[in-house]
């Protein structure tokens, strides 16, 4: 949610600066700004995306070697100009560019009011400035920026990666962080500062991460970190593993459709490295301290939001029926808010591609602090996720670009299956020779996943028939029933389509009166144990004339005889299915929303990261 980019050196800021924004647009793109600092500091905000900031800009004067950039995901204040960041104080000491919530906000912009202080916007951010403009000018003289930030900061309730561009210190930038991830990238006689590394990879490999409560004073030679509580604080420099080419669409229409693609890729770098060349064994290091835990866990709680979630539901079926533990899968947003009941030997999973989503590290604080052991399974490192949890997994499928999650849902599932094998071999709960099936299954997925992607043109011919729905129901039962709620999900974020995702037994108990021949129907019914009841399934449908578009195993003579078209993937273990199943349900959605032009990689309303509650 927001994206921020600053740099301080001694290169141009300006095109720094806004290749940074066009990097983070996926955060927000409700406005873009930038402040450069020369003799002055020069601001430029426009509603709407990037490319309308560029154009506002255009033959204007963006000069200067210091410069800070915001991308929006409104939260307070509709998107408009005045609303957009960066937002300097009244008297213009300082600019200000805030990815997060100031929640005291409205307590802390009375009590400037009753001091005279006038806003322009309606954000919080401007109250963070002006706050910060009244303790220094009450400072009168004795107090320099920097302490100033920190004793606002101070007063402050909420979540913020903020950066600041101080008027009477025109050589440094300032930077803090509680809550909201900020990155700083170091060059030679420069620093670059965003939201997450993608701005930063074609500058630096050399990162710090700034910590909760972490303020930086960045000079174009030097920086120094401390607490807000000014404690001294030793930068902690490590190097990005990212690649340039994981963040460019490598000749794809859009990210989304490069990220589909690449899961045979990202699927193997996923278990690369975990499964043992003979495929013998499967070894997760970044779980070897809490197995015991795992192993003895009464029960497994996986908490998760949006695609996520799905994938933790997908966990609860493997987990449950491979190793035998109970497994309860929560919103993080229902879970933080409903007094859950926590027990010491509950292990708790957290499942989040950008290891950022508020919800989802607030519920591990809550397990946290009743004692439980967490664990984190997360794409994006050196998020926040993995810092607060006691172990945990990296996905390892790259830098997800695209807002609807693809890649990242696939990596997660084989983490999960991983873990529930390794569970159901350590607990006994599997044979030695099923473990070895299972891993031989796993390892099989990437060349199956390349074979259902040759479906690529099938599928856009049946995307144009059903472009034009208003509604879609998607089945599934046992494994596949979370993949009717990620297809589903997957279809409404980005094409606007209404779509529910279903139990396929349930379809009787509510969504069945709303079939008729103008509702397609996309039931995931490859062969398993519940194959003869999902036939069933499709022949209700079929009597009342709706229209069937069936994932099947190739293969499947009797649903192509019921179904109005079949989409087949390779056979596999019921287990491993959801990781082929999902497949044609990216490309459906995807086709469908380029054919109704919505713009695909960044849906309306939307972040790709939700860094609020
Ligand atoms: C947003 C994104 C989804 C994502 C969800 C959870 O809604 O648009 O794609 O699944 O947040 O995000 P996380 O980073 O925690 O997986």
Redo the contacts with the bound molecule.
């Keep these: 949610m927001c994206g921020i980019v600053g740099y301080i050196g001694d290169k141009e800021a300006y095109p720094i600066i806004i290749n940074g924004l066009k990097r983070l647009e996926y955060r927000g793109y409700d406005s873009a700004g930038v402040a450069i600092v020369d003799k002055r500091t020069k601001i430029y905000k426009k509603k709407g995306k990037v490319n309308e900031l560029e154009k506002l800009v255009y033959n204007k004067d963006v000069s200067g070697n210091i410069g800070i950039g915001h991308t929006r995901w409104a939260t307070h204040g509709e998107p408009n100009d005045v609303n957009a960041h960066p937002h300097t104080s009244e008297n213009g000491h300082f600019t200000v560019i805030h990815n997060g919530i100031i929640e005291n906000y409205s307590r802390l912009k009375k009590r400037l009011e009753d001091r005279g202080y006038n806003f322009v916007s309606k954000t919080d951010t401007e109250v963070l400035a002006n706050l910060i403009e009244f303790i220094y000018i009450k400072g009168k003289g004795e107090i320099d920026a920097e302490q100033a930030v920190r004793l606002a900061l101070s007063k402050v309730i909420g979540a913020y990666g903020i950066v600041i561009i101080a008027k009477d210190e025109p050589d440094k930038l300032i930077a803090a962080r509680k809550g909201s991830p900020l990155v700083i990238g170091i060059g030679e006689g420069e620093y670059f500062i965003a939201s997450d590394a993608t701005p930063i990879i074609e500058h630096t490999d050399s990162v710090i991460y700034l910590n909760n409560d972490n303020v930086a004073v960045i000079k174009k030679d030097q920086l120094t970190l401390k607490t807000i509580g000014n404690d001294k604080r030793e930068p902690l420099i490590q190097k990005l593993s990212m690649d340039i080419g994981s963040i460019e669409k490598n000749g794809y229409d859009h990210f989304m459709l490069k990220e589909i693609f690449e899961q045979p890729k990202s699927i193997t770098d996923t278990f690369r490295g975990r499964i043992a060349a003979d495929l013998s064994e499967i070894r997760l290091g970044g779980l070897h301290e809490v197995m015991p835990k795992l192993e003895n866990a009464k029960r497994i709680l996986i908490i998760?939001?949006?695609?996520?979630?799905h994938a933790g539901l997908v966990a609860e079926y493997l987990i449950e029926t491979i190793a035998r533990i109970p497994v309860e899968v929560e919103y993080g947003s229902e879970f933080r808010y409903r007094k859950p009941i926590i027990y010491k030997d509950d292990v708790i999973i957290a499942?989040?591609?950008?290891?950022?989503?508020a919800d989802?590290l607030a519920a591990i604080n809550i397990a946290k602090e009743a004692g439980a052991t967490v664990v984190g399974i997360c794409?994006v490192v050196g998020s926040s996720i993995p810092r607060e949890t006691h172990a945990g997994v990296y996905t390892h499928a790259g830098p997800e670009i695209g807002?609807?999650?693809t890649k990242?849902f696939t990596a997660q599932v084989t983490v999960l299956t991983m873990i529930a094998i390794l569970l159901g071999k350590n607990n006994n709960k599997i044979s030695e020779k099923k473990y070895l099936e299972y891993i031989k299954e796993l390892t099989d997925i990437p060349s199956k996943v390349e074979e259902i992607l040759k479906s690529d043109s099938l599928i856009k011919e049946i995307s144009a028939l059903y472009k034009n729905a208003s509604n879609f129901l998607y089945l599934g039962r046992g494994y596949l029933f979370p993949v009717a709620l990620e297809g589903a999900l997957k279809l409404k974020?980005i094409s606007y389509i209404h779509a529910e995702g279903y139990p396929a037994a349930e379809m009787k108990h509510g969504p069945i009166a709303l079939i008729d021949e103008n509702m397609p129907v996309v039931v995931i019914a490859t062969q398993d144990n519940s194959y003869d009841k999902i036939v069933s399934n499709i022949q209700e449908v079929k009597a009342r004339n709706g229209k069937v578009i069936a994932i099947v195993t190739e293969g499947d003579t009797v649903i192509k005889d019921l179904a109005d078209h079949v989409i087949e993937v390779p056979k596999s273990h019921e287990a491993i299915a959801p990781l082929l199943t999902v497949i044609p349900l990216q490309l459906l959605s995807y086709h469908i929303a380029v054919m109704r032009d919505c713009n695909v990689d960044q849906p309306r309303n939307?972040?790709?990261?939700?860094t609020v509650e």
Excluded: F, H
């Design positions: 998760a939001c949006g695609t996520s979630w499942i989040s591609q950008s290891g950022e989503t989802t794409n807002v609807a999650s990242a974020e939307l972040a790709k990261s939700v």
